[in-house]
T-cell receptor, first 112, second 115 residues
Framework: GQQLNQSPQSMFIQEGEDVSMNCTSSSIFNTWLWYKQEPGEGPVLLIALYKAGELTSNGRLTAQFGITRKDSFLNISASIPSDVGIYFCAGQLRDSNYQLIWGAGTKLIIKP | ETGVTQTPRHLVMGMTNKKSLKCEQHLGHNAMYWYKQSAKKPLELMFVYSLEERVENNSVPSRFSPECPNSSHLFLHLHTLQPEDSALYLC??????????????FGPGTRLTVT
């Protein structure tokens, strides 16, 4: 089946550092979504992207829809302890029935 | 109450039991989903309902049986499960605008353990 390659798998950073993660695929997507999941909770939608090249911010988070429509990245600036969690990308294929394809997640850990 | 709610939050069941998971959405959406989430793996779509009709069933074993009585409620009936079915089961909802489905919003999940 279709796959999204999400990297890195995990990140250990200091508070205040910037974070970058990305998702890539060999397929073309119509939509990219970024979610965050905290322990014991379901994924929460952070940013939705609909056009190639689109750059969207949500507070300290910025995400971009790649020009080729095969990738997307998420940046977090000046990380704080509450940023800890697992971040997932999800894409909606161009020629699909609008089913979302999910990455395996990036676990963000902030060193004390 | 807002968003997507799921009950129970935790469930432990034996392999011979029958139980049901419940999901309710308060967002006015017309599409609902069941996902299975296992550690370090992508979310696995199990079932999709749009306007109360099943539109997607990703080859899920028959020991999982969904039910969607109306656009706000979704159930997952479980029977004779296996230990490998232990996982977090997530419900989500979205708006189906005639083939273009908007962003999915998730409930907190039911942590299922099969003993």
């Amino acid at each position: 089946g279709q796959q999204l390659n999400q990297s890195p798998q995990s990140m250990f950073i200091q508070e205040g550092e910037d974070v970058s993660m990305n998702c890539t695929s060999s397929s073309i997507f119509n939509t990219w979504l970024w979610y965050k999941q905290e322990p014991g909770e379901g994924p929460v939608l952070l940013i939705a992207l609909y056009k190639a090249g689109e750059l969207t911010s949500n507070g300290r988070l910025t995400a971009q829809f790649g020009i080729t429509r095969k990738d997307s990245f998420l940046n977090i600036s000046a990380s704080i302890p509450s940023d800890v969690g697992i971040y997932f990308c999800a894409g909606q294929l161009r020629d699909s029935n609008y089913q979302l394809i999910w990455g395996a997640g990036t676990k963000l850990i902030i060193k004390p | 109450e807002t968003g997507v709610t799921q009950t129970p939050r935790h469930l432990v069941m034996g392999m011979t039991n029958k139980k049901s998971l419940k999901c309710e959405q308060h967002l006015g959406h017309n599409a609902m989903y069941w996902y299975k989430q296992s550690a370090k793996k992508p979310l696995e779509l199990m079932f999709v309902y749009s306007l109360e009709e099943r539109v997607e069933n990703n080859s899920v074993p028959s020991r999982f049986s969904p039910e969607c009585p109306n656009s706000s409620h979704l159930f997952l009936h479980l029977h004779t499960l296996q230990p490998e079915d232990s996982a977090l089961y997530l419900c989500a909802s979205s708006q189906d605008r005639g083939g273009a489905w908007d962003e999915q919003y998730f409930g907190p999940g039911t942590r299922l353990t099969v003993t």
